[in-house]
């Protein structure tokens, strides 16, 4: 691995610690073996972090830091397209299509780290105390703005249970495919996940998130557009 001096230790560290626990456990990942990758002394985790558990805290911290444009962007394209649509189910079936080709189009990309999407999700299945950091600060935030446009579709309360577990679904139908390129890639024989094929996900996505939510009959429409 080469170590660039100019990036700042405690970015190291982070980087080099995100990348090895989202592969492994917290206690099977030594803080000797973080430094090594690091290319820092042992002292420098204690000295920027206090701890191997303040350094896991912080990758958190950053990685909520870092999808900060992500919850900020949509958030601004679902208030400005909402308020353009009303009642059009039409110009709400484009709104999610776009949602749906953004959000692969952003975590498919080659520069969107995968060991981010690792950690977070061995996080999930196995919650310590920086769950609520990612749940608070990133996932709560997305879902309930994507809740917001399934509740306009459906006609239901955000609150409702049904517009809840829709938007789960939707959101982790997406997300499954940079989790598990390998499989996706072996099921349908492709050598490589590309722009071609991330448009061959896109179009089979939006066209069951559109049966999903009852628009189905405007599938023709929105690929034409």
Known sequence: MT???QIPASDRLIDAAGKLFADRSFDAVSTREIAKVA????????YHFDSKEGLYRAI????????KPVRVNFGHFLQTEMNKAGNDRRVLAKILARFIASLLDSIMAPENPRWRMRLIVREIQKPTDCFHIVL??????MHDLVGILIAKILGEPVSSEHVRLTTQS?????LQYA??????KARLGWRDIGPREIDKI????????LRAVGLGEYIGIVEEE
């Open 60 to 67: 958190f911290e950053k990685i909520v830091r870092d999808l």
């Open 170 to 174: 939707l959101l982790m139908l997406c």
């Open 202 to 209: 896109r179009k089979s996505l939006t066209e069951m998130a």
């Open 3 to 5: 170590i660039d001096p």
């Open 39 to 46: 290319g820092v002394n042992l002292s420098a985790i204690s």
């Open 179 to 184: 989790l598990n390129e390998e499989l996706v």
């Open 136 to 141: 608070d600060g990133h996932i709560n935030v």
